[in-house]
């Protein structure tokens, strides 16, 4: 059974930065497509950043690129999502997510099958 569960989530001022962690089991990372979505309230789920099953191809959202770098490690076999220089536009709940796709970096929430619960990042004015 896959299990994802994140942390490091927490209210931070503009400008800060955060890194949120998400450990996985059962499954390793080295060959699983992930990624980093968030939802603000009122607002559809949207792609942060993703890596592909190869860890080969990463993407952005471009809100995001230049701000925040997305990386695994395959010994911990956690994702990791690093987040500087945030915006208080930034503030939503950041999921981590996975699938067993093989076709590159996925950014339709629709195409996870597996998801952890969430971890709020707040960011103040």
């Known amino acids: 059974q896959v299990q994802l569960v994140e942390s490091g989530g927490g209210l931070v001022q503009a400008g800060g930065s955060l890194r949120l962690s998400c450990a996985v089991s059962?499954?390793?990372?080295?060959?699983?497509?992930m990624g980093w979505l968030r939802q603000a309230p009122g607002k559809e789920r949207e792609f942060v950043a993703g890596i592909d099953w190869s860890g080969g191809r990463i993407d952005y959202a471009d809100s995001v690129k230049g701000r925040f770098t997305i990386s695994r490690d395959n010994a911990k076999n956690t994702l990791y999502l690093q987040m500087n220089s945030l915006k208080p536009e930034d503030t939503a709940v950041y999921y981590c997510?996975?699938?067993?796709?093989?076709?590159?970096?996925?950014?339709?929430?629709?195409?996870?099958?597996?998801w952890g619960r969430g971890t709020q990042v707040t960011v103040s004015s």
């Open positions: 059962g499954r390793t990372v080295s060959n699983f497509a």
């Open positions: 997510a996975g699938s067993f796709s093989r076709v590159g970096v996925m950014k339709s929430a629709a195409a996870y099958a597996y």
